[in-house]
C-alpha cells in the first residue's frame, strides 16, 4: 500500500464504499462519549481520512489530511500497539506530548487496521476535548474489533474490485480474440481467393499437358490451403470463444448433401474405393454445412488412414429420433492407449504413413457434434477395422437457433 495521490483516492474511496462504516464511528462515540471518531490511511510520510464522525466540529472531511508528526498515529503505527488516554492533562506519558497539546485534546484512542496479509492500512481513532473512560480493556479491545472488521470489509471490496476488472479485461480480451479471428480469416482469404482464381483461369486457357498439371496442383493446393485456414478459424473460435457456433435449419433431402460430400471426395482421390448407403426420411434440424463438414472430414481421416486397397464406406441414417452418421474403414487399428486422445486438437496417429494436416480434424468433428448435442465414438480392432460414429438428434432445435455445445445438450434434454 503506497501514499502517492492515486493511492490514497483509492483507499478513501474503499473505505466510503462499507456501508457499516458510519454506524461504527456512531457507535463508538455513543459508547464512549467521545464526539469525534475517524478512519484514517496512515502511510510512512501521510495522515489522510477516510471517513469522519465529527460533533466537535474539528473541520476534518474524508480526504482531508493532517500533519503526520503531530499525531499519535504514527507511533501505533511503528509499534501495531493500540494508544488509550483517558486524561492526557494528567496522565504520566502524555501530559506533556506535542499531539494532546497541539489538538487541545483530553481523550484518545487510536488502534491499527492490519490487513490478514500482515500490510498496514491506517488507524481507527477518536478524540475528545473532554476526559473519557477510554483506556479500559473492554474498550481498546471493542475498537480493535472494530479495525478488523473494517480490514475485512477492505479485503473483500479489493477482492470485488479485483474480479470486476478480470471480467472486464475478460471481455476486452474476448472482444480483442473474435476481432483478431475475423482479421485473420479475412486477410489470409483474399490471397488465397486470388490464387485459386488464378489456377482456374489457368486451368482453362492452358492445353500443354506439364502446363495444365501445374495448374491443376495450384487449384488443389489453394483447397487444401483453405481447409487447413478453416480448421484453424474453428479451432480458435472453439478453444477462445464459447464453441463452434451453429445455425439450425430444418433440412429437406439432407440426402443430397451428404451425397455431394461423397462424390467430392472419391473425385479427388479417383483411385479409391469410397461407398455410401444413405437412407434419411424426413427433415433433420440441423446446420447443413458443419454436418457436410462433419462427413467430409470423417471420410477425409478414413481415406488417409485407411488401407489404399480396402473400401471407405460412410453410412447414413435416421433412426428413431436420431441422425447417425458412420464411417468405416480397414488398415491398422488404433491403439487402445490412444482412443482416448483421438479427438483432441493437435494430436495424429503414430501407425500414420501420410502426417500431412494439422490434426485438427476429428477434434473439430467432436465439436460439431456436441455442438448439435450429440456424441461421437470410435471403435477400432484388427477384424472390425475403424468405426467412426456420429449421433445428432433430428429435433433438438427450433428454426434459425444459434447454439454452443452446452446449450445444445440443454434443449436436447428439454425435448426428451
Known sequence: MGDSAEEIERDVAAVGRIDAVPTLLQVLCDITGMRFAAVARVTERTWTACAVHDDISF???????LDLNTTLCIEVRESRVPIAIDKASSDPRYCDHHTPRHYQIESYVSVPIIMADGRYFGNLCA???LPANVSEPRIVLMFARFAQLIAQHLESDAARTSAQAALLDERATSELREQFIAILGHDLRNPLAAIATSGEVLSRKLTEPDLLAIASRIKRSARRMSALIDD???FARARLGNGIGIEIQEIDQLEIYLSAIVRELQDAQPDRDV???IHITGRVNCDIGRIQQLASNLLANALTHGSADSPVIFTAATVEDELV???SNDGDPIAPDSIDKIFAPFWRRSTAGDRQGLGLGLHICSQIVRAHGGTISVVSSQGTGTIFTA???IKAFTEGYRSS??????TRNLHS
Open 59 to 65: 473541520g476534518l472531511v474524508p480526504g482531508g489530511q
Open 325 to 327: 452418421l458412420s464411417v
Open 275 to 277: 461407398r455410401s448407403d
Open 405 to 410: 455445445g452446452l446449450a445444445a445438450a440443454i
Open 232 to 234: 484453424v478459424l474453428d
Open 391 to 393: 449421433r445428432l438428434p
Open 127 to 129: 478524540i475528545d476535548p
